[in-house]
């Protein structure tokens, strides 16, 4: 048996590791956002770092904001987030039900079919992709930058997972009733998986928000530019000023930590899957 002495010594070890590595991944941020802050007389290459900057300004940001369609950018990247979400989340659980509450045959080959094709990377099928986008004539189009990802295979594995949790009662009351399958899975089973729902929500919000490689290759239109490809024309813009890169950049991941933040409420069981009430 431990002594009270030696536990406390492991909460303050635990502790202080949790604490280095939470600073460890908090640097960039702050130095991001400190130099997004600092004027043009500062350099923000000295060393020590300066953190904090001795004369704050949002003039880089201001000039950010004016000399490019920022707003256009975020607008963009809104409703395509947006999109992408809402058709993530509907697809998804719609395949993920019947793999997860009925019976039929071939379902865990379908199932490991889906899965297994997580471990195949973007860029393999980014071709094919995007050739079936021409195809489809949806290249410059919001429908052509959330295509691929209309459904995802993570998304499907974690909400079977989350469906198999939910009480069959449930499930079978549903059907005395005389609610159908399309019924049972819109009134009884998402309502029961909301903090999966809402978790997958924040990945294809994140991944939709930040997403580089496809929207560079599928956009010839200025018009249509994401944030990230909007923060990228800012290096040549402005010839590498490294003040207003940062106050873009800012720009671009504050909508991100703002949607975790209202959305993280939601992570908490919901009564129905944890549980029948007598």
Sequence with gaps: ?????????????????????????????????????????????????QFLPAHPT???????????????????STVVAILTVGMNLCLSSLAAYPLARLDFRGREIIFAAIVSTIMIPFQIVMIPLYILTVQLHLKNTYLGLIFPAIASAFGIFLLRQAFQGVPKEL???ARMDGCTELGIWWYVMLPSIRPALVTLAIFVFIGSWSDFLWPLIVLDRPELYTLPLGVATLAGTFSLDWRLIAAGSVISIAPIILFFLVMQRYIVPTEAASGVKG
Excluded: C, H
């Excluded at 536990?7 to 460890?24: H, N, P, S």
């Design 1 to 49: 048996m431990l002594s009270q002495k030696q536990k406390w010594w492991q909460v303050i070890l635990m502790y202080g590791l949790l604490t280095a590595i939470a600073l460890g991944m908090l640097v960039p941020l702050l130095w991001l956002l400190s130099t997004a802050f600092k004027s043009a007389a500062e350099d923000i290459f000295q060393f020590p770092p």
């Design 58 to 76: 949002v003039e880089n940001f201001i000039k950010v904001w004016q000399s490019n369609p920022f707003g256009r950018y975020l607008f963009n």
């Design 171 to 173: 499930e079978e009351a």
